[in-house]
Structure formats: structure tokens, C-alpha cells
């Protein structure tokens, strides 16, 4: 009996496909169980049959037509349930990891779902955009292109969502350099590199595009990280000339918009954003060590992982936002994770874009506008920090005033305000009730407490420690100020 059909190209070290761990089991559990070319009413009402079509759609060995045909009423009666298959199944198994002609399958099936505008079909774009190794596959590109002004109209999100995911590609990887030919292994990093040059000028162009037909969606969406991103990719022309044309005058007005967190969510992995919240959700204090190096193992410690922090920290600030009861459950909180991420960056331009993320929305705050949730993150990693890691509440306080003093020469007042406001609403919400564990620590660098004391005051009239909040002694009994930020 010839073996079954496979989806991944894996080695050894891989569990086999009948292995419960493997991505592909429940696929190949429900392709065992396909029904036989005549199949009864009872095989058609099958749960499994989704699966089954699906597993039997990505794997089929023969070549794909090159114009696929057209049979409307056929298609729209059998592509729910491939779409049940794909979407509302078990994840799909990594994209990087799917064999060749199954990577050509999946995007056909894409495209197909999108012409036909089956039900469902957006959010298993956006999956697809968060799985592929660099999200710049041509026919995803040019499927989105084809569809732009329908999708602007009926799914703003979705057109949204890959606009923001490809920015952020070309973002992470605008410092890569490209493997010369003599240099090239022909091995999956090396492929991905080759994928992303030869599809860089397709998402620039679509990029471009979306966002000058579609500005205002877009800005409206995303909010002041499409500045940033923008910023991170402004040494290419045509975002330089983009950036002339549309954004000059009007970023400032973009910048008072928030991200939501779905869009956050976009530019790291689903995989990523699963054990991170696993993390956040189920580990103790004390626990998180051989997670996080598990984790890193997994996504940092490969190529090209490290520039993935500053988004992976963009999420934790605006894409998760914990419960009282998981707050108070004994896990290992926000700022902890964010901590270790910003310990472990080893390049200079990774940490510092690490920096702005954590404390872009603080640049931005306006109380009733803008989460404290996103800005809490920083202040409890630095109050947290200063007792055992002076080190890092030091790095991240001259990395503020950095950023107050030279963000944006323009407005350096109005993002002043707005920091001096999100001191003070962190205090008023009761997130931290002192601010005098920084403004009256020893250890913390004199130079960077007098200048937060004098900071704080000029929009507090009255004494420093009137301006900073209640006493130290409120806060003393607190246990956070005993946890590390670091597994040491």
C-alpha cells in the first residue's frame, strides 16, 4: 500500500504525520477518513469531511491549470467546505514547512475564494499574511492588487492589514544583505532572501499604491504606527516621494490615532502570538526561564529573529491586554516578558527601535483617547527595574528624554505634554502609586532623577514630591518591587 500523501518537506527530527504533535495529523486523520468515490449522504454530513478536501486540495500531484475553470455554481457549492477546511480547522501547518506544489495550492485556493467572495475569506488572507515566511509571495501580491478597490470598499481591514504587514517586512529586512551568488547555499534562508529581492519591488509598488488611493482608510486603521513604519522604510525613494506628497503635514493628525491590537497581531506569527499568551496566561513567577528559552530557541536565536523584538514588543503593549484576575493569578506579567526581550538584543538598531516601540504611545497620549494599558508596560518595567536592574530603568529614562528632545523637532513641546500626562494618568489610575520609587532612588543616576523631578514639575506647580505623587512608603510593601526582571 503506497504511504499517503504528505504536506510538509520535514526530516527526521520531524514527528511523523500519525504522531498526534504532527501539524499535519488532523489533516491526515480526516483524509483516512474521505469518503469513496461514491460517497453515501451519511459521508457527506461527516465532520471530517473539511479537513479531508482540504488535505486532498493542497497535496493532489497534478500540475495547476494555468487559467483555472470557470464553473460558478459548481464552485460556489464546493468551496465552503474547502473553506471549512482551511479556516476553521486546525492552524495551518507553517508555510515555510509546506512542499512546493502545496504552497501553490494554498495561494490558488486563496485566490479562488477571493473571486468567488466565499464567506470567511479575509481572515484567511490575514492568517496567511502572519504565516509565509516573508509575506511578498508575487500571487499574493497580485491578488491583493487585483481586488484593491473592492477590498477598500467591503473588507478595509484585510487591504489594511497587508499594507501594515508588508511595510513591516520591508521594514525588518531593509538591513539584510542580499546573498551574492557565489555566497548562496540554495538553503531555506538564502531562498527567502532571493523571494524577498525578487518581490521587493512588488511590494513596494503595492505599498505605494494602497496608501495613496487609500489614505485615509489607512491611516484611520492603523494609526500612528504607519508613521513609524513609514519612518523605518523612508531611505526608499518611493516612500520618500510618498512621504512629501501625503504625509509631511498630516502625521501629526495620523499620530493622535492608536493602533488596535489586531493590527499588531499582523506583523508577528500566529505561532509567536500563541506562547507568547501562553506565557502571559499560564506562567508563574519563578517558571519563566526555560520558556523563554524555549521561545527564543524557536523565533529569535534563527536568522533574521532578533529584528522581530520590536514588533513582538508592539504586541504585548497594544495587542494583549491582561484581565484583573490573570493580573492577580501569579503569572509572569507584561512588563517582565518585555524586559527579557530588551535583554536579549544583542544589536544596537534592534534595541533601539525595541525602545521606541515600548514608549511610542507615550509620545501620542492624550487621557480618553489612548489605552493606559499600552503605556503601563514601561513604567512598571522601569519602577520594577530599579532596585535590582538600575541598569535598564537608567537605559530606558535617557532613552525617554531622548526621544522627547528629538523625535520630532516640531512638535518637541506638544510630545512633552503628552508624556507629562501619561506620568500622571499612570499615577491617577493607581497603575503605579508613587512615582518616588524613580524621582527618590539612590541607585538610579542622579543627573536622570533631577532632570525627571524638574520634568515632572513644570507641569505640576507646587513640590517635586507633590508633582510625582504619593510617598514611597505606599509603595514599599509592594511585592512587584521584589520581582526581578530578568529568569536569574
Not at 299 to 312: K, S
Not at 400 to 411: A, G, T, V
Request: hydrophobic share 45%; proline share 9%.
Amino acid at each position: 500500500m503506497p504511504p499517503p500523501p504528505r504536506l510538509l518537506a520535514v526530516g527526521d527530527h520531524h514527528p511523523p504525520p500519525t504522531s498526534a504533535s504532527s501539524p499535519e495529523h488532523p489533516f491526515l486523520s480526516a483524509h483516512l477518513l474521505l469518503p469513496s468515490p461514491s460517497p453515501s449522504p451519511a459521508d457527506l454530513a461527516s465532520p471530517h469531511l473539511p479537513l479531508a478536501l482540504a488535505f486532498s486540495f493542497l497535496t493532489h500531484p497534478s500540475p495547476l491549470p494555468a487559467q483555472p475553470p470557470r464553473d460558478p455554481p459548481r464552485r460556489r457549492r464546493s468551496l465552503p467546505r474547502l473553506l471549512l477546511g482551511l479556516l476553521l480547522g486546525p492552524p495551518l501547518p507553517p508555510f515555510p514547512l509546506l512542499l512546493t506544489h502545496s504552497r501553490t495550492r494554498l495561494l490558488l485556493a486563496v485566490s479562488e475564494l477571493a473571486r468567488a467572495a466565499a464567506p470567511g475569506f479575509p481572515p484567511l488572507v490575514v492568517s496567511l499574511l502572519r504565516c509565509v515566511p516573508f509575506h511578498g509571495d508575487a500571487r499574493l501580491i497580485d491578488l491583493l492588487s487585483e481586488n484593491a478597490c473592492s477590498l477598500a470598499d467591503e473588507e478595509p481591514q484585510l487591504l489594511v492589514a497587508a499594507v501594515f504587514a508588508f511595510l513591516r517586512l520591508l521594514a525588518k529586512n531593509r538591513l539584510t544583505p542580499f546573498p551574492s551568488i557565489a555566497d548562496c547555499k540554495d538553503c531555506e534562508e538564502c531562498n527567502n532572501a532571493k523571494n524577498l529581492e525578487e518581490c521587493r519591488e512588488k511590494l513596494v509598488s503595492f505599498c505605494c499604491a494602497i496608501l495613496r488611493d487609500h489614505f485615509d482608510v489607512c491611516s484611520s486603521l492603523i494609526g500612528r504606527d504607519l508613521v513609524r513604519s513609514l519612518h523605518d522604510v523612508m531611505l526608499v525613494p518611493e516612500f520618500q516621494i510618498l512621504w512629501k506628497e501625503s504625509m509631511w503635514n498630516r502625521a501629526a493628525d495620523i499620530c493622535r490615532v492608536g493602533m488596535p491590537g489586531w493590527c499588531a497581531a499582523v506583523a508577528i506569527s500566529p505561532e509567536m502570538e500563541t506562547q507568547l499568551l501562553f506565557m502571559m496566561n499560564n506562567v508563574k513567577w519563578g517558571d519563566q526561564k526555560r520558556y523563554q528559552l524555549w521561545f527564543a530557541r524557536k523565533h529569535l536565536m534563527v536568522p533574521g529573529g532578533e529584528e522581530r523584538i520590536p514588533d513582538i514588543i508592539r504586541f504585548i503593549c497594544c495587542g494583549y491586554h491582561p484581565t484583573n484576575e490573570v493580573m492577580q493569578s501569579g503569572v509572569i506579567a507584561r512588563w517582565a516578558v518585555i524586559g527579557w526581550l530588551l535583554t536579549s538584543c544583542s544589536k544596537a538598531y534592534v534595541q533601539a527601535n525595541a525602545k521606541l516601540v515600548l514608549f511610542y504611545d507615550w509620545l501620542f497620549f492624550e487621557e480618553g483617547r489612548d489605552s493606559v494599558m499600552n503605556i503601563e508596560p514601561a513604567i512598571l518595567l522601569m519602577v520594577n527595574s530599579v532596585s535590582q536592574y538600575t541598569e535598564i530603568t537608567n537605559m530606558l529614562l535617557e532613552f525617554l528624554f531622548l526621544l522627547i528632545e528629538n523625535y520630532d523637532l516640531r512638535r518637541k513641546e506638544a510630545i512633552a505634554q503628552c508624556v507629562r500626562r501619561a506620568f500622571g494618568v499612570l499615577v491617577k489610575k493607581g497603575v503605579v502609586l508613587s512615582l518616588e520609587p524613580l524621582t527618590g532612588s539612590e541607585k538610579l543616576s542622579p543627573l536622570l532623577r533631577h532632570k525627571l523631578v524638574t520634568f515632572l514639575s513644570m507641569s505640576c506647580p507646587g513640590t517635586p514630591e507633590e508633582a510625582c505623587g504619593k510617598t514611597v512608603d505606599e509603595v514599599s510593601k509592594g511585592t512587584e518591587l521584589k520581582k526581578g526582571v530578568c529568569s536569574n
